[in-house]
C-alpha cells in the first residue's frame, strides 16, 4: 500500500510499505479522508516541538471498515467510520481520575505515533466510531475538529441561554461558535481579521461577525451582545493580540477559555485578570462523550461542515495540499485529502 511520509520540514515522501494486519482487538480500515489541521502545518515547517521526524501525519479522518481482527465485535466490513487519535497509557494520575486525554505520556497519531495517512490502517476498534447515513465522508473527517468544539464548551458551566464571544473564525472558531449556538447559546459573536472567513462563518449560520482591524472590537461587544457583554469568551487562534483582546473586553468574572495552539509564550494581564476575577481555562482535545456529541450535533445538521471545506486534493498530490494552504492562507479553510472514493 501507499504511505506518505513527512521525511522532514516541508518533504512528503511515498514509500509502498505492506498493508498491516489488524490484531486482537484492532480494525483495519480503508482510508478515505483526510483533513489537514493547522497543527499539521506547523509540523509541516518545522515548529511542532513535540514531533520529531519521519512522521506518518492523519489524524482528522474518515474510512470504511475493511478487516476486523480477533475478538472484534460490532463492525462490519463496509461500515463508515472515523475513529480518536489520543494513544493514552491509562496509569498516571490523569488516566486514573478519568483526564486520560490529558495523560502524562499522552501521544496522537500522526505527531507522536504513526498516523493514517496510507491507504489501509489498523487502529484499537475501541477507539474507532460509527458515522450516522446522515454524515458524508467529508463530514466524517471533520468529527475530530467538532469535538475539539465539543469539549472546549464543556469547560464552562454550560451555554444554553448564554451570550457567547468567539474570537478568530478559522475552523477551530467557526466550530466552537456553531456547537455553542447548536447548544443553546441565546447570542454568538465571532471575530476575525479575514473578512473571506467571517463571510464562511455567516455562511454558516453564525449571523453576528465583526474584524476588529476594522471596528472597535468594545464597542461591537456590545452592540452585539448587549452592555453586560459577553457569559464566555473562547480565545480560538493562539496570539497574542486574541489573547490580550478577550481580557481586555471579558465583563467581570468572566471565563475565558484558551483553545488556540500559542507557537510562542504570550503576555497575560494578569493585573487585570486578577482585578476582574476573571477565570483563564485551558482546553485540550476530547473525550469519547465529545466525540459522540460531535457526531449528534453534525447527524443532527445543529453545525454546517460543508462551507468550511474549501478545497480537496487527491492522495498523490498530498505536498500540493500543504502548498495551496501556504499560497492562499485566508481561503484555504479545510482542506481535504481524498485518499479513495
Not at 521526524?53 to 478487516?67: A, D, L
Not at 486520560?100 to 496510507?118: E, P, R, W
Amino acid at each position: 500500500m501507499k504511505q506518505a511520509v513527512m521525511t522532514s520540514p516541508g518533504v512528503i515522501e511515498f514509500r509502498e510499505v505492506p498493508a498491516p494486519e489488524p490484531a486482537a482487538g484492532e480494525l483495519l480500515l480503508r482510508m478515505k479522508r483526510i483533513g489537514v489541521c493547522g497543527s499539521d502545518i506547523h509540523v509541516y515547517h518545522g515548529k511542532h516541538a513535540l514531533t520529531p521526524f519521519p512522521v506518518v501525519q492523519g489524524h482528522e479522518v474518515s474510512g470504511v471498515v475493511e478487516k476486523l481482527g480477533t475478538g472484534v465485535r460490532g463492525f462490519k466490513p463496509g461500515e463508515r467510520v472515523t475513529f480518536q487519535p489520543q494513544v493514552f497509557c491509562g496509569q498516571c494520575y490523569p488516566c486514573t481520575h478519568g483526564a486520560y486525554h490529558i495523560c502524562d505520556n499522552l501521544k496522537v497519531m500522526g505527531f507522536q505515533t504513526t498516523g493514517a495517512a496510507s491507504e489501509f490502517f489498523a487502529v484499537p476498534a475501541a477507539k474507532v466510531l460509527k458515522l450516522s447515513p446522515a454524515i458524508t465522508l467529508d463530514q466524517g473527517a471533520m468529527v475530530e475538529p467538532v469535538a475539539v468544539a465539543v469539549h472546549a464548551l464543556g469547560r464552562s458551566a454550560g451555554v444554553a441561554g448564554k451570550k457567547v464571544l468567539v474570537l478568530g473564525a478559522g475552523p477551530i472558531g467557526n466550530l466552537v461558535a456553531q456547537a455553542a449556538l447548536g447548544s443553546g447559546a441565546a447570542r454568538v459573536l465571532i471575530t476575525d481579521l479575514s473578512d473571506f472567513r467571517l463571510e464562511i462563518a455567516r455562511k454558516c449560520g453564525i449571523p453576528a461577525g465583526v474584524n476588529p482591524a476594522k471596528a472597535d472590537l468594545a464597542a461591537e461587544v456590545r452592540r452585539h451582545l448587549g452592555e453586560d457583554k459577553a457569559d464566555l469568551i473562547l480565545e480560538c487562534v493562539g496570539s497574542q493580540a486574541t489573547i490580550a483582546q478577550a481580557v481586555a473586553v471579558a465583563r467581570k468574572g468572566t471565563d475565558i477559555i484558551v483553545v488556540g495552539v500559542f507557537g510562542e509564550k504570550p503576555t497575560v494581564d494578569l493585573g487585570t485578570v486578577q482585578d476582574r476575577e476573571l477565570r483563564l481555562i485551558g482546553t485540550l482535545m476530547y473525550q469519547e462523550p465529545d466525540w459522540r456529541r460531535a457526531i449528534e450535533l453534525i447527524g443532527r445538521s445543529k453545525v454546517q461542515l460543508d462551507p468550511l471545506i474549501t478545497d480537496h486534493f487527491p492522495f498523490a498530490d498530498y505536498k500540493k495540499a500543504y502548498e495551496h494552504i501556504e499560497a492562499h492562507r485566508d481561503r484555504a479553510v479545510k482542506v481535504m485529502i481524498v485518499v479513495e472514493e
